[in-house]
């Protein structure tokens, strides 16, 4: 059973930095992609960036290109989300999710289109 736990959350703030963990178990392959997601009060869930576990790959969505920054460890066990300027806006509760690739070169930024989720991690971003 494909197992996410997300942690690394916490209060920063206005211009730092944090670095999100996302602990996954339970693939049968390396052919899974992992996506990083946030959720604000009263707001939909935005996408975010997504890697191919297998390669390392990164999409990331338009609106922190540049700024968020997503990784692996080696044994594909844990991904990363490196938020960097951070500011009031960013303020969010943080998924990471997985979705199976099978022969996809390109990982999604559909939310829709992950099965398996994680709990979450408060991020907030205040003075």
């Known amino acids: 059973q494909v197992h996410l736990v997300e942690s690394g959350g916490g209060l920063v703030q206005p211009g730092g930095s944090l670095r999100l963990s996302c602990a996954v178990s339970?693939?049968?392959?390396?052919?899974?992609?992992i996506g990083w997601f946030r959720q604000a009060p009263g707001k939909e869930r935005e996408a975010l960036s997504c890697?191919?576990?297998?390669?390392?790959?990164?999409f990331d969505a338009g609106s922190v290109k540049g700024r968020f920054i997503a990784s692996r460890n080696n044994t594909k066990t844990t991904v990363y989300l490196q938020m960097n300027g951070l500011t009031s806006d960013d303020s969010a509760v943080y998924y990471c999710?997985?979705?199976?690739?099978?022969?996809?070169?390109?990982?999604?930024?559909?939310?829709?289109?992950?099965?398996?989720w994680g709990q979450g991690t408060q991020a907030t971003v205040s003075s």
């Open positions: 999710a997985a979705q199976h690739i099978l022969t996809k070169t390109s990982c999604s930024h559909y939310a829709q289109e992950y099965p398996h």
């Open positions: 339970g693939l049968f392959s390396d052919y899974y992609a």
């Open positions: 890697i191919m576990l297998k390669d390392g790959k990164t």
